[in-house]
């Protein structure tokens, strides 16, 4: 059995760490997120690609993967806003699905996980 499952909740120490991974993770998301925007943007303000636009489908293919890419990277700002509202309300780490603490390891590499392995993999 490991130590996890013998506590509820993480120390406020501990979620301070969790909170600056995600703080991080938040500010790199966003830029990233941003430059999506931007690109989309100039895009859009173009006149070539507004006039080639239908004739270059590898154009449109490019402009169609930025957007999923910047949808993509949105969705991820939301999750690691809402972890941070779980940081702030004590109950970051928990499963959703079990009700045990999510193993350290598995949220500093995704720090807005709510599921753990476990419940995951279906287990």
């Given at each position: 059995?490991?130590?996890?499952?013998?506590?509820?909740?993480?120390?406020?120490?501990?979620?301070?760490?969790?909170?600056?991974?995600?703080?991080?993770?938040?500010?790199?998301?966003?830029?990233?997120?941003?430059?999506?925007?931007?690109?989309?943007?100039?895009?859009?303000?173009?006149?070539?690609?507004?006039?080639?636009?239908?004739?270059?489908?590898?154009?449109?293919?490019?402009?169609?993967?930025?957007?999923?890419?910047?949808?993509?990277?949105?969705?991820?700002?939301?999750?690691?806003?809402?972890?941070?509202?779980?940081?702030?309300?004590?109950?970051?780490?928990?499963?959703?699905?079990?009700?045990?603490?999510?193993?350290?390891?598995?949220?500093?590499?995704?720090?807005?996980?709510?599921?753990?392995?476990e419940a995951k993999?279906?287990?």
């Amino acid at each position: 059995m490991s130590k996890n499952q013998h506590r509820t909740l993480y120390s406020d120490v501990e979620l301070e760490e969790f909170r600056s991974i995600i703080s991080k993770k938040l500010t790199r998301a966003k830029e990233q997120f941003n430059f999506y925007r931007q690109q989309i943007k100039d895009w859009a303000d173009n006149p070539d690609f507004k006039i080639k636009g239908l004739d270059d489908g590898a154009g449109v293919a490019e402009y169609e993967q930025l957007c999923a890419m910047s949808a993509r990277q949105e969705k991820l700002i939301q999750h690691l806003q809402n972890a941070i509202i779980r940081i702030d309300n004590k109950v970051y780490g928990i499963c959703r699905v079990t009700g045990k603490l999510i193993d350290k390891d598995r949220l500093r590499a995704v720090p807005h996980a709510t599921l753990s392995v476990e419940a995951k993999s279906g287990q």
